[in-house]
Every structure is written in structure tokens, then in C-alpha cells.
């Protein structure tokens, strides 16, 4: 198991190979449909960002509610390719990496690897595991829209996959066939 | 006899199944997934399976949702016909019911109001009614809260009656290839076979229902979902699509007589949180 820190350091990401098991500690910010949305339209207007990407990880998570006392709800990732469209610019931007589910388009595999950035896979439907992996949770951008809001994260150990390495090398669409098969 | 179900009582259990779903898996799924943990031969297909079962015990343990997305709510109702329901309207009985539940119980409100505006109702309301009059005089009631991670990858074919069973299982053979690792496996595989264009919909989907240890009544039906079941699982797509031989946990069909020009199927795809809680009133 390796540890990294974030924001991410690029001379270390360079040595994320896909399929790597990853545990991340550090500062993290979710976003996803709707934010990503407010983030090209800010772009398209030549404003700020809400924060500044650069080395940045992007988690595509929308928590449910907190209890009283709790820190976050359920905190699992959603499927990664609905934002397929908008990563290119934010990579370009300097953005370090994101963090879903799923696999992504082959223009996000390129900028990938034109900004030498990294997507990772965490495990979807593990929200509750997930959330135990993060310190504190703080909104900074879009607090209009609840769940789709950014927020900023505190994580410790926060368990991923390299799904897409520095060089483009994927895990999914290359997986092991299963062993029980006679019939394939 | 005439028996009489006040409004009340329905929204008080809707909201309490809504909770309860997104707490705690039924025991056969929990069954299906130990199992499957044991099965699964590549590493980081075990690490998945391991994480889902430490996620199924924190989620119940702490009463904090197995998943961040709790759904949308899908409410099957089968209504005895001795049944008289009074109080408020049967609709509105059911998503104040849903209304409560995702308030009280700390669920997202994943809902929008207008599928292209797109605000949301901040209340996770409205549910989807599936509702059948039945003889008799209860009123069961099922709330299957569905995510849409699967739910995006699910899909409906209009076959030619020529394609025949073998069209019927390429068609799902290549909705799961093509969902990946988006549908969250491990997942449970829904079909309805006949029909019309929405019956082998609402087929599939009360598949999802049925329990995992549970085969259909039909021999031949049977043995096409354990052969569908073998060949998922030899497209290697494994545990949150990173690889491995647990793609999917069971495969449910339905059946239904259907048009002599048709063959319709649908394909209604759940992740390894197949959640669905039902009671009698």
C-alpha cells in the first residue's frame, strides 16, 4: 500500500503505476455535475475558480446529509465520465488529479497524459467505509446546491486504485478474465 | 369485508422503510456478498468485496446510509380489493411518507423537479408509484430506493422474435459490458422478457425484488438465469470494475406473454446496494 499526501506532489504521482492500491492524506475538494457546470460557465466568463486547482484532487462525491455530531454522511464517489467533458480544461489548468468511478473518455485519457496528471478509482457504494476516511468537511463554493456543493475535505487513509496513470495506462477495459470460465 | 387503512398509517411506514432500506441490506444480499467475497480470486477484486463488507457493518452499526446515494424512492403497491384507504390522497400519503423518511433519516435528496430544468425538490420527492389492484384485503407495500449509477446503465431492447434466447443474451451480455465499473459491481441483474415496450420495464424492475435465493417458477427461465449468471461473471469486469470473477451477485427474470411480432426486454441493472424493504399493512 503506498501513501501519498494532497494536494499532490508531480514527481511523486509519477511513480503511481495503474492498478497501484493508494491511501490518500491530506486536502481534497468534491465537485461534481452541477459544480463542474459552474466551474466551465466561470471559465467561458474568464472569473476565478473557487479555488485554485493547481495540484489539486477533485473528488466526484456528493455526501448525504451529516447527523448532529457527525462529520460528513455517506461519502462514496459517483460515476466519473459525466464530467468527462469538463476535465481537459481543469487538467490543463494544472489540476493534480480526480478521484471516481468508472472509466473516462479517450480525451480525458490524453490530457491525462498531456499534464502528466492521474485519476484514481475509489470503491463506489462504500460510502459509509469512505466517510470514515475523512476529518473534517468544510463548503466553499456553491453552497446553493446542498450535496452538489464544493467542499473542501480533510482526509486520512482514504483507500483508491490508480485506475489511469501519468503515461495513460488503464486499468479498466484491461480486466483479468474471470477463472471459473469454461464456457468463454 | 371492507378493511380500512388510514392514510397515517402509510406514511408512517413508508417513511420508517425508507430508512431502514438505506441502513440495512436484506439478509440475502448480505449472503450474496459474503460468498462472492470468498469466491473471488484477484487481489484487488478481494480488497472491493472486503471494503463492501466493512461498509455493510459501519452503515448499520452507525445508522449512516450504505451509500451516499439513497435514490430514488420506487414505491410498489399491491391493493387488496377489500381494502379501503381513507384519510388524505394514496399520493400524497406516499411521499410525505418519503418526505419524513429522507428528512429524519439523514438521506440525500437526490431529486430534480423537471428532468432539463433541473432544480432540486430538496425533499427527494416525488417517488416513482407502481401500484396493482389484488384480491384480498391488505396492503403491501415495497420501497425500493434506487441509485443511478446502475440505473443510467440500464437499458430496453425491442428484439425480433427471431432473435430468441440467444438475442436475449447477447443484449445483456453487452448492457453490463458496456456499463463497467459504472454500475457498481457486484450487481443484480433485473430482466423482463415480453410484454410491451414498459411492461418488460416495470418486469425488470421488480426482478430486483425478487430474493437472490429464489429461482423462477419456469424451468427453462431458471436455468437461463444461472447461465446468464456464469457467462457475467466471465467477462472479468469483477468488483468495482477492477477486474475479477464477481460482476454480478444474481440474475432475476420475469416473464411475460408478449405480441406475436415482439420480443421486448428490459434490462434493469442494481449495484451491490440492491435495496428494498416491503411490509403487509
New interface residues.
Given amino acids: 500500500m503506498i501513501k501519498i499526501n494532497a494536494p499532490i506532489n508531480k514527481e511523486e504521482l509519477k511513480k503511481l503505476r495503474a492498478g497501484d492500491s493508494i491511501l490518500i492524506s491530506g486536502i481534497i475538494y468534491t465537485a461534481r455535475d452541477a459544480a463542474h457546470q459552474r466551474m466551465a460557465e466561470s471559465l467561458k466568463k474568464k472569473e476565478r475558480l473557487p479555488f485554485d486547482v493547481q495540484n489539486q484532487l477533485i473528488y466526484y462525491m456528493g455526501p448525504s446529509p451529516s447527523k448532529p455530531g457527525q462529520i460528513i454522511g455517506s461519502a462514496g464517489p459517483t460515476t466519473a465520465s459525466r464530467m468527462d467533458t469538463y476535465t481537459p480544461d481543469l487538467l490543463d489548468l494544472g489540476l493534480g488529479g480526480m478521484i471516481g468511478k468508472g472509466k473516462r473518455s479517450s480525451e480525458v485519457i490524453h490530457s491525462i497524459i498531456k499534464n502528466a496528471s492521474v485519476y484514481f478509482a475509489a470503491t463506489g457504494g462504500a460510502g459509509a467505509l469512505l466517510s470514515k476516511c475523512i476529518l473534517s468537511s468544510d463548503i466553499i463554493a456553491y453552497e446553493d446546491l446542498g450535496t452538489e456543493a464544493i467542499r473542501k475535505l480533510e482526509v486520512k487513509d482514504l483507500p483508491v486504485v490508480v485506475a489511469i496513470d501519468f503515461m495513460g495506462n488503464h486499468l479498466y477495459g484491461n480486466a483479468l478474465p474471470g477463472t471459473n470460465c469454461t464456457s468463454l | 369485508m371492507i378493511r380500512k387503512i388510514h392514510t397515517l398509517e402509510i406514511t408512517k411506514n413508508i417513511k420508517e422503510m425508507c430508512i431502514e432500506a438505506n441502513y440495512y441490506l436484506s439478509a440475502d444480499m448480505k449472503d450474496a456478498i459474503q460468498q462472492a467475497s470468498q469466491k473471488e480470486?484477484?487481489t484487488?477484486g478481494k480488497?472491493?468485496m472486503q471494503?463492501?463488507q466493512?461498509?455493510?457493518i459501519?452503515?448499520a452499526d452507525?445508522?449512516?446510509?450504505?451509500?451516499?446515494?439513497?435514490g430514488m424512492a420506487v414505491v410498489f403497491l399491491d391493493i387488496g380489493q377489500g381494502v379501503h384507504i381513507q384519510g388524505d390522497s394514496l399520493e400524497n400519503a406516499i411521499n410525505e411518507g418519503i418526505r419524513r423518511g429522507y428528512e429524519e433519516g439523514?438521506?440525500?435528496?437526490?431529486i430534480v423537479h423537471d428532468p432539463l430544468i433541473?432544480k432540486?425538490t430538496?425533499d427527494n420527492t416525488p417517488a416513482v408509484i407502481h401500484s396493482k389492484i389484488v384480491a384480498g384485503n391488505t396492503l403491501k407495500i415495497t420501497v425500493a430506493p434506487k441509485?443511478f449509477?446502475s440505473e443510467?446503465i440500464s437499458r430496453i431492447f425491442m428484439l425480433k422474435p427471431s432473435d430468441g434466447k440467444e438475442g436475449v443474451i447477447k443484449s445483456v451480455l453487452q448492457t453490463i459490458q458496456d456499463a463497467?465499473?459504472?454500475a457498481?459491481p457486484p450487481i443484480v441483474v433485473g430482466i423482463g422478457i415480453g410484454g410491451t415496450f414498459e411492461k418488460c420495464a416495470i418486469m425488470a424492475k421488480e426482478a430486483l425484488l425478487r430474493n437472490l435465493k429464489e429461482h423462477s417458477d419456469i424451468p427453462y427461465i431458471a436455468e437461463m438465469e444461472q447461465d446468464l449468471l456464469?457467462?457475467i461473471?466471465?467477462?472479468?469486469?469483477?468488483p468495482?470494475?477492477?477486474?475479477?470473477?464477481t460482476?454480478a451477485l444474481a440474475v432475476n427474470i420475469n416473464t411475460y406473454p408478449t405480441h406475436i411480432a415482439g420480443l421486448p426486454v428490459g434490462i434493469n441493472i442494481c449495484?451491490?446496494?440492491n435495496r428494498h424493504v416491503t411490509r403487509i399493512l
Avoid: F, M, W
Avoid at chain 2, 62 to 70: A, F, L
Avoid at chain 2, 233 to 238: A, D, K, R, S, T
Avoid at chain 2, 240 to 245: I, K, S
Fill in positions: 480470486t484477484t484487488l480488497n472491493v471494503q463492501l466493512k461498509n455493510l459501519i452503515a452507525e445508522k449512516i446510509p450504505i451509500c451516499q446515494d439513497t439523514y438521506l440525500r435528496k437526490s433541473r432540486n430538496k441509485g449509477g443510467n463497467g465499473a459504472n457498481c456464469e457467462q461473471n466471465c467477462l472479468g469486469i469483477g468495482g470494475g477492477l477486474g475479477g470473477n460482476t449495484c451491490h446496494v
